[in-house]
């Protein structure tokens, strides 16, 4: 009997630490089993099961759609092949990236959640945006993750704190725009590197170019000397 409880005991442990451990998946948005549309084409609604697996859609007023764009209410939208698609979008990376769009007018901004593990010895994460795009709101557990730009298209924030703990991760939109909130990305990284300093940024940016015009000047005394 003894024994019983004891092998009882490890699988129910095992069976905890199985669903506590469960990493984050389809981060990069490749994991969508949904069909292609034609050039051009839309599906309107689409399933967020097949185009966004692993995902939950947040938000009472929130449509999903694929490879098209809303009218007006909150919207998530998987952008893929074939292209060019209905929307004009072409992915950040891979096949797929997500569109959250939110116009002011109706509902709250729309969300995208997941809950699982952060791996261990994790400092920051990282994410890919597009151009004009990124209004990105970020938060582990309903806590504000503070994101700065890292390279060009790409913002991180410090998630230091979560490492190794389970916690829900929500990708969002900003509120209060007059033109609305869009958010553009993809390629979602845990990283075992610290997000830099501000200052470190802003130096890296000067020596950047404090090169380009060193070369500058360069190649017009080259010019002068031919």
């Given amino acids: 009997m003894k024994t019983t409880k004891i092998l009882v005991a490890i699988t129910f442990l095992i069976l905890w630490q199985n669903a506590q451990g469960q990493g984050f998946v389809n981060l990069n948005f490749e994991n ?9 084409g839309s ?23 694929y490879n098209g764009l809303s009218i007006g209410a909150p919207a998530i939208s998987l952008m893929g092949p074939n292209f060019p698609n209905s929307a004009g979008y072409t992915p950040l990376q891979g096949s797929y990236s997500v569109l959250l769009q939110y116009f002011n007018i109706d509902g709250t901004p729309p969300t995208l959640s997941q809950t699982a593990v952060v791996p261990s010895g994790t400092q920051s994460i990282n994410f890919l945006v597009g151009n004009g795009e990124s209004d990105a709101v ?23 704190a979560f490492a190794g703990s389970s916690a829900q991760l929500t990708f969002s939109t900003t509120t209060g725009g007059s033109g609305g909130d869009f958010l553009y990305f993809d390629d979602i990284q845990f990283s075992p590197s610290a997000v830099p300093e501000p200052s470190v940024l802003g130096l ?3 020596g950047g170019l404090l090169l380009a015009w060193r070369r500058w000047k360069e190649r017009g005394f080259e010019s002068e000397n031919e």
Avoid: R
Wanted: negative net charge.
């Fill in 32 to 40: 969508a089993t949904i069909a292609p549309t034609p050039p051009g």
């Fill in 43 to 65: 599906t309107f609604p689409a399933d967020p099961t097949q185009a966004l697996p692993g995902w939950t859609v947040g938000g009472a007023t929130t449509v999903v759609g």
């Fill in 138 to 160: 970020v938060t582990l557990n309903g806590i504000n993750i503070p994101l700065v730009q890292i390279s060009a298209g790409e913002l991180a924030g410090n998630v230091s």
């Fill in 204 to 206: 890296s940016a000067l």
